[in-house]
Structure formats: structure tokens, C-alpha cells
């Protein structure tokens, strides 16, 4: 039977979880799977932690794990890009597999870990770092390995998952739904890498990296978060047979690639429009499989902890077998997000005068953006009213172009709603 001797870093939430999944469970790991754990030492820098750990095992000295000699394998739980790179690059330095659950540390040095790995031969697994407990990373790994990737349309932040399901199913505005989440623990109390897009992008960039063998930039995925939605934005979608996701999204576009985190209008019998709460779900399209779906819960102690020690015994198993491990090589291009051809939503707050409406399609007709339907409810003249717009397909340079101008008229008050649509 393989032994993976493990060396933990982080004893926290997440990790907490690990080390009571593994004490629970060993027995059970090793007759599913052939591979027993053992824990050789933790290191924490915690002294208030909030489970008992047998105090021999425990360190606050990182290299008593990274550099140990009977540790094979380092479970990283600290999260974080510094300094918990320099620890994952000692580690593979030293001669050992990693694990980890850190989606920003992949998304952004990825490159240079997976070099590393490759350079002494090791292996990295990181299934925690998208989607909590769902296979997804082992799906694009094996399980399409026979398929190109033609497109993957998610939704990998439960946080702003659950504020928009609120919004849409109980009418609450966005800061009342934000406090809900904060309430129920899907919110942090700064929750700025959540509602503003980061988290996503950066799970978006590894699953990019993984669909098209080369590695995603981080920096080069096009991100808006869901904070200036409004109320009226999700009531407006549904009269339109709408609803608003914050999505996540790579596809092939013509000779490139697209790489963008939104807020996004999809038809309300699509998939992923019956995704709610704080779940999350991966809808991947492969020119052999057509589309697969992976769906479940996003994050949380037990799912995310689940995924980790799945990832041991993958690598207890690979190990046994001696199989090389492919990493992503050379760079994504990705096109700039000016190119992109989309439909649109457009909310212009204007003065509801005479001939208003008219001199808006003018402007749009000027940049060739051509209007598919239009919602006007209310008539108060001389009154500022929402005035909604949808498009048919147009490219990305020309709307920001014509909504500059818009924006600029007399007749309209405040910044234009932009939302784009798939379909």
C-alpha cells in the first residue's frame, strides 16, 4: 500500500477540516483508494487553534515541514500569493508533491510553480482551488482528455451567486442582499474579491489554463463584478425572459480566445439559470461530449476538504504508477475584451422628454448598433426614467463608444448600465 507521509500548512478553516477528514476517514481512504495518510507536522502560526492536535505535530516554523525529510508531501492551506510561493517553491525544491487549494496563488504564479514542478519532477494538485468539492479540475485533467475545448460558461462564486439569488427571488436590493450573505457566512466582512469578480477570475484563469493547455494570465481576464446592479436591472432581464448571472467565461471566438468575468443576462430555461443560492456549477462544452455539466456546493469546510484529501489519494495512486504530469506550457493569448461580439443590455436613466428616444437610436445607429427590443414603462414628462435597451450583436469598441457619447447628452442623467447577454 502507497503511504504518503503529509506535512500540513494551515491548520485554519479549511485545513482544520482536512486533518479531522483524515483522522475519520484513513481507513476508509485506504480501502477506497490503496493509499494510507499520515501526518507527519503541521505548522500554524495560530496558538488558539479550534480543534486538538496532539501538540508533537504542531510548528510554527514553516520549514519543519517544507524542508523535512520524511515529509513526501505538503498539503498548502495557507492561502494567499506571499509568502506562501516561496514555501510552495522550497517544497518542490525539496523533493516534495504538493496539494493545494489556493486559487490565487495558481492563478498568478502559477507559470513559475508548474516550471519548478516540472524541473524536479513533481507533482501538483489543486482540485480545492475551483469549486470546492466538485471534480471539476480532475474532469478537464482526464476525464475530457479526449475532447477540445470549445467553451466553458460558469459559475464558481457562491457569494455573489447567492446576492444576485436574492435579489431576483426575494426583490431585495443589492446592499440587503450583501448584508443577508454577510449574516449567513457567504460573505466575508470585506467582500471585495467576491462581489467585485477577483475570486472568479482567478478560478477562471486556472480553468483556462487546464481547457487550453497553455497558461491563463491573470492579468489578462477581463473582469467587472456585480455591485452596480440594481434591482430594476434583475426585474427588467425577466420581462425580457432574463436572468442575471455573474459568470465566468472562456471560449474559442473566431482565431482567439475570450476570457471575462460579468454580470451577464442568460435566457431563464438555460442551465445555469436555475443555479441559485450559494451553489456553483461549470457547464463545459467539448467537441466530443458536447456539454457537460458540474455542479454542487462551491466552498465550505467539508466540500472543500473533501476535495483536498481526494487529491491525496489521486496522487498516492499516480505516484504507484510513476506517470509523468502534464503541465500546461507557453502562454494563452487572449483577446482584448474591445474585440469581443455580444448582445446587450443598456439601462440610460433620461429626462422623458419628446424625440428622447429618438436621439439615442440616432447615436447607436451612428456606431452600428442596431436595437432588438426596448422597455419604456413609465411617462413622466420632464421626470428622470429608466429607458432599457436590448441589442443585436455588436462588438465591444463600438458600445463603449457610443455610450461615452450617450453619456455625455443633456437628456441623460448618470452612467449608462451596461450588461452583456449570452445566449
Do not use: C, W
Not at 497558461?215 to 432574463?242: L, Q, T, W
Not at 476535495?307 to 483577446?335: E, Y
Not at 469581443?340 to 437610436?361: E, H, N
Amino acid at each position: 500500500m502507497q503511504i504518503l507521509k503529509i506535512g500540513l500548512l494551515g491548520l485554519g478553516n479549511i485545513g482544520s477540516g482536512v486533518y479531522s477528514l483524515i483522522k475519520r476517514k484513513n481507513k476508509l481512504i485506504a480501502q477506497q483508494s490503496g493509499v494510507r495518510l499520515e501526518i507527519v507536522r503541521i505548522a500554524d502560526r495560530s496558538r488558539s487553534l479550534g480543534i486538538s492536535v496532539p501538540k508533537h505535530l504542531l510548528t510554527q516554523d514553516v520549514n519543519q515541514v517544507v524542508r523535512h525529510p520524511h515529509i513526501d508531501t505538503v498539503v498548502e492551506l495557507f492561502g494567499g500569493v506571499q509568502p506562501t510561493l516561496k514555501f510552495v517553491l522550497t517544497a518542490l525544491r525539496s523533493g516534495k508533491d504538493v496539494v493545494t487549494a489556493n486559487k490565487a496563488l495558481l492563478a498568478e504564479e502559477g507559470d513559475q510553480i508548474f516550471r519548478m514542478a516540472e524541473r524536479f519532477d513533481r507533482k501538483i494538485f489543486f482540485e480545492a482551488s475551483v469549486g470546492g468539492g466538485i471534480p471539476v479540475i480532475q474532469g478537464l485533467r482526464e476525464g475530457l482528455v479526449t475532447n477540445h475545448i470549445q467553451s466553458i460558461h460558469s459559475i464558481i462564486n457562491g457569494t455573489s451567486n447567492y446576492i444576485l439569488s436574492e435579489m431576483t427571488e426575494r426583490g431585495l436590493d443589492f446592499k440587503t442582499a450583501l448584508k443577508a450573505a454577510q449574516q449567513k457566512g457567504y460573505a466575508e466582512a470585506n467582500p471585495t474579491l467576491d462581489i467585485e469578480g477577483g475570486d472568479a477570475a482567478h478560478k477562471i484563469t486556472i480553468l483556462a489554463s487546464l481547457a487550453f493547455g497553455k497558461m491563463a494570465k491573470f492579468k489578462d481576464v477581463y473582469v467587472e463584478g456585480i455591485s452596480a446592479i440594481r434591482h430594476e436591472d434583475i426585474a427588467f432581464a425577466n420581462e425580457f425572459g432574463y436572468r442575471i448571472k455573474l459568470l465566468a467565461i472562456v471560449k474559442k471566438s473566431g482565431d482567439g480566445v475570450e476570457a471575462r468575468v460579468q454580470p451577464t443576462l442568460i435566457p431563464k430555461h438555460h442551465i445555469l439559470a436555475d443555479v441559485n443560492g450559494s451553489y456553483n456549477a461549470i457547464l463545459i462544452r467539448g467537441d466530443e461530449t458536447g456539454d457537460v455539466l458540474f455542479y454542487g456546493k462551491g466552498a465550505g469546510q467539508k466540500p472543500t476538504a473533501s476535495a483536498v484529501v481526494s487529491d491525496l489519494a489521486t496522487l498516492g495512486k499516480a505516484r504507484s504508477a510513476s506517470s509523468p504530469m502534464r503541465f500546461p506550457r507557453g502562454h494563452l493569448t487572449v483577446k482584448n475584451i474591445s474585440t469581443i461580439l455580444s448582445r446587450y443590455y443598456f439601462r440610460f436613466q433620461v429626462i422623458d422628454r419628446p424625440g428622447m428616444l429618438a436621439k439615442i437610436s440616432d447615436v447607436l445607429g451612428k456606431h452600428h448598433i442596431s436595437i432588438s427590443d426596448v422597455i419604456q414603462k413609465e411617462r413622466r414628462t420632464g421626470r428622470v426614467v429608466p429607458l432599457i435597451l436590448l441589442t443585436h450583436g455588436v462588438h465591444e469598441s463600438a458600445v463603449r463608444r457610443a455610450v461615452h457619447a450617450i453619456d455625455r447628452m443633456p437628456v441623460v442623467r448618470g452612467k449608462t448600465q451596461v450588461l452583456r447577454i449570452e445566449e
